[in-house]
């Protein structure tokens, strides 16, 4: 059992609480479930030992640790059935929807008997919300569309959480010596955004001792198929799919597996064309052939072995698969103009970084070490300006900026790499820039985001009056959207990227795997305007440093090349872009 599965208990418990009226408990359940959540060893061990081994976890009560222990041992707490059977609702599926908490569950519960998404959505559609005391049409009008995209998060992972876990699904397999070969497929190759389900393709001759060791792997949950040469299991929430193929299909496998359905669809027919046939077990010369749809492997074998093999039996390159989306890349490959995508490696600083002089945790020249060790020619510190939606004592006042710049300039001479000290500015409403303008021309480098007025829909004016303040280099997560918790703001992204363009504003994309923002299409709307382009992780500490990779595949589902990324360039490229 682990602690994340346990925090979420109490989480649900917090939640459910919270929903019966009861005050102060529901508070101090969550601290207690992050705590848990972020308990470096593992707490079902410290179960066993007893509550009070349990209560030795800060702010844990002797009353949650006798409920984890009760879980551990029995796989229930009795407080928590009680409540689920006063309030038979789906709380944790509805309380994802953006406006809806655990207040709102238990009285459209009480009220309409609203117990799962689908009864929330009708009692929307029939207008029933705005007939509850204390609800209004406004209100009922959000739910409705936040709903649907509520229900879609259900369905999809981040890929920020399904990438991980693959790869280590690929260490597990490789270590066995059934493997010849063992790739992602699918979304995952492609570094969609959000996944369905994570595709994983062996190359093997013994497909059974392949499927026996994907069950083996620790992180499975429960096997939903398993046969001899593939297998579906549910490993931490998300469904698995193992392919097992022979070595000389497993090119064709992996092209046809990787997808998407659109680009197969261009290449299949390009492959008929020409008198072959392609599909998931080769290439093959049907030319001869009476009937070509006799079976799979009717025909002359051309191709199969490998991913280049097979397209170049098409006369096609081995596409990076955040190209194959079917949205013109074997057009460009023709007419020789598909992009060379940028690279990690090219990367040669982050230009969006916080230190814990705002909400990092650590320090400027800590930063700035992390930076060089990560092999950053520069970087560029970007903290939090006071100001709407950046709340509490997180954002900088004007003059703590200014005193951050002598902190700056403290630890620049001796450092490793090209240290920049900018700041992350608030957008507002209306799309002013809410800094002083003489302070922001006295920084090197200013990001400018929305951190306020999320909800409010339509916003490309506002965002294009950012992008051309004269002082703001880059656009910082333009839509502010988290995926599958936040839709963020609508935009035209055409219309943003010609106004960045015109104003030689950078549109960032930002690498935290929460956001990628922007998101792939969006990218490529700025780089065919011509608009530049900051890949930026926003780390807020040097951990935060490897989602870059995040940052550049999506940029790289964009169609970006390394000229298109400004912090690709070199120092005095990237000084006069800074201007
Ligand atoms: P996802 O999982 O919804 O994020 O998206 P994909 O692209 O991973 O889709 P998935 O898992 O259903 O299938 C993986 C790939 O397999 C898909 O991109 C293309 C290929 N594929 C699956 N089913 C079919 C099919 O019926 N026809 C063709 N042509 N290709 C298919
Ligand atoms: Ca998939
Ligand atoms: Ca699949
Ligand atoms: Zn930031």
């Known amino acids: 059992m682990r602690n994340d599965e346990i925090a979420a208990l109490l989480e649900?418990?917090?939640?459910?609480?919270?929903?019966t009226g009861?005050?102060?408990k529901p508070s101090a359940y969550r601290r207690a479930a992050e705590n848990v959540r972020e308990y470096p060893g593992a707490v079902e061990g410290l179960a066993a030992e007893g509550p009070e081994a349990v209560a030795e976890i800060d702010r844990v009560g002797d009353a949650i640790a006798a409920k984890i222990v009760a879980y551990v041992e029995t796989g229930e707490i009795e407080e928590l059935e009680q409540l689920r059977a006063e309030l038979p609702a789906d709380i944790e599926a509805l309380t994802r929807v953006e406006g809806v908490g655990p207040k709102t569950v238990g009285t459209l519960y009480e009220e309409l008997g609203v117990e799962d998404l689908d009864d929330l959505q009708q009692a929307a559609e029939n207008e029933q919300i705005r007939t509850v005391k204390g609800f209004g049409a406004k209100t009922e009008q959000n739910i409705r569309e936040n709903v649907q995209f509520a229900r879609e998060a259900d369905e999809r992972t981040r890929l920020g959480d399904a990438r991980p876990l693959a790869e280590r699904l690929l260490a597990h397999l490789r270590e066995s010596p059934a493997v010849e070969r063992a790739e992602t497929a699918g979304s995952i190759r492609r570094w969609r955004d959000t996944v369905g389900d994570v595709d994983v393709l062996v190359a093997t001759t013994d497909?059974?001792?392949?499927?026996?060791r994907f069950q083996s792997w620790d992180a499975v949950d429960d096997v939903i198929e398993a046969g001899d040469q593939k297998a579906s299991v549910r490993a931490a929430g998300v469904r698995v799919d193992i392919r097992a193929v022979d070595p000389d299909e497993f090119g064709a496998a992996l092209q046809y597996f990787t997808g998407s359905m659109d680009h197969n669809v261009v290449v299949r027919n390009r492959a008929i064309d020409r008198g072959l046939k392609l599909n998931e077990y080769g290439v093959f010369d049907v030319s001869e052939v009476e009937d070509p749809d006799a079976g799979q492997r009717v025909g002359q074998r051309v191709a199969g072995a490998t991913e280049a093999d097979v397209y170049a039996a098409v006369d096609l390159?081995?596409?990076?698969?955040?190209?194959?989306?079917?949205?013109?890349?074997v057009d460009a490959a023709d007419d020789g103009e598909l992009p060379e995508l940028v690279t990690v490696a090219d990367?040669?600083?982050?230009l969006h970084t916080h230190t814990d002089w705002s909400d990092g945790t650590e320090s400027i020249e800590e930063m700035v070490t992390a930076a060089a060790e990560a092999g950053y020619d520069y970087h560029c510190v970007t903290d939090h300006a006071a100001g709407p939606g950046v709340f509490g004592d997180i954002g900088l006042t004007d003059d703590e900026i200014r005193d951050q710049m002598e902190a700056v300039a403290e630890v620049a001479p001796d450092a490793e790499v090209d240290v920049y000290h900018g700041v992350e500015a608030n957008i507002d409403a209306d799309g002013v820039v809410t800094t002083d303008e003489e302070l922001l021309a006295a920084l090197d480098l200013v990001v400018a985001s929305p951190h306020a007025a999320l909800q409010q829909g339509e916003a490309t004016d506002r965002l294009i009056r950012a992008v051309e303040h004269p002082e703001v280099d880059i656009l910082g997560h333009p839509t502010g959207r988290l995926i599958n918790e936040r839709p963020g703001l609508e935009v035209d992204f055409q219309q943003l990227a010609a106004a960045a363009a015109d104003a030689d504003t950078a549109l960032e994309v930002n690498a935290n795997p929460a956001r990628l923002d922007l998101h792939g299409e969006a990218v490529r709307a700025a780089v065919e305007a011509g608009a530049p382009v900051a890949v930026d992780t926003d780390a807020h500490s040097p951990a935060e440093f490897?989602?870059?990779r995040y940052g550049v595949h999506t940029a790289r589902r964009g169609w970006a090349e390394p000229d298109d990324v400004v912090n690709t360039w070199d120092n005095d490229r990237l000084q006069s872009f800074l201007g």
């Open 12 to 19: 649900e418990f917090a939640d459910r609480l919270e929903a």
């Open 22 to 24: 009861v005050e102060y």
């Open 207 to 212: 497909g059974p001792a392949v499927v026996d």
């Open 317 to 329: 390159p081995q596409f990076p698969p955040e190209l194959r989306e079917g949205t013109g890349e």
């Open 347 to 350: 990367v040669r600083g982050d």
């Open 546 to 548: 490897d989602n870059v």
